[in-house]
Structure formats: structure tokens, C-alpha cells
């Protein structure tokens, strides 16, 4: 497995461009689980995978991510340590209702 230095360099692009500053999303295979991490403009982050996946080539050859290969000595220099992404888990009290209000008509009593 290799450790890689992924920086978004949309914040370099012309102001007329299409994704300047704009966040990109890296989509890669975890343990048989497929993740996606978004890296905000000028960000920094470290990917341990085995191979890159596609969508960081896509975005490497559009010029909107630099991709360097650190060895675990550099990693190590910098005291930065990959960090570990966990998606939020859903539940039930954490999912929106749908914002309307329900009426209810009153029956005349007489």
C-alpha cells in the first residue's frame, strides 16, 4: 500500500474557469467499500490505497489535483498522519421530516 499527497489546486485556476475554488471528490475502493472524500480548494490530503483510483486520474489530468507519492519516512517527518474518513452513520432521529405541517379539521360540535 502507498500513502499519496493529494492537494487541490482549483484556487490556482483563472477566475473565469468553470471549478475555480471550487471543492473536488475523490471517490476510491476501501475494503470492499466504496468512499468519497471532498477536499476543499488549496486543501491537503493523504490517501493510503494500493493503486490510484480513477476518478483522482480524471481529476489529475483536468489540472484540479497534483498527486505526489510520499514514502512513509517523509510521512513520518511531517508528523502528519493519514487521517481515517468515516461516513456518518444514518439514523432514524437524524433524518429530516418533510418540513410540512399536517392539518388536522375540527368537526362542529353541536
Known amino acids: 500500500m502507498s500513502t499519496y499527497k493529494i492537494t487541490n489546486t482549483t484556487n490556482t485556476l483563472g477566475k473565469r474557469e468553470l471549478m475555480f475554488n471550487s471543492p ?3 471517490e476510491y475502493v476501501d475494503n470492499m467499500m466504496k468512499k468519497s472524500v471532498p477536499v476543499q480548494a488549496g486543501a491537503v490530503l493523504y490517501l493510503t490505497v494500493d493503486s490510484l483510483p480513477l ?3 480524471r481529476l489529475r489530468v483536468k489540472n484540479y489535483v497534483t498527486i505526489v507519492e510520499v514514502t512513509p519516512e517523509e510521512l ?3 508528523k502528519v498522519k493519514p487521517a481515517v474518513v468515516t461516513a456518518p452513520e ?3 432521529e437524524t433524518q429530516k421530516s418533510s418540513g ?3 392539518v388536522f379539521k375540527k368537526e362542529n360540535q353541536e
Open 24 to 26: 473536488v471528490t475523490i
Open 55 to 57: 476518478s483522482l486520474h
Open 76 to 78: 513520518a517527518k511531517s
Open 90 to 92: 444514518k439514523n432514524e
Open 100 to 102: 410540512k405541517k399536517k
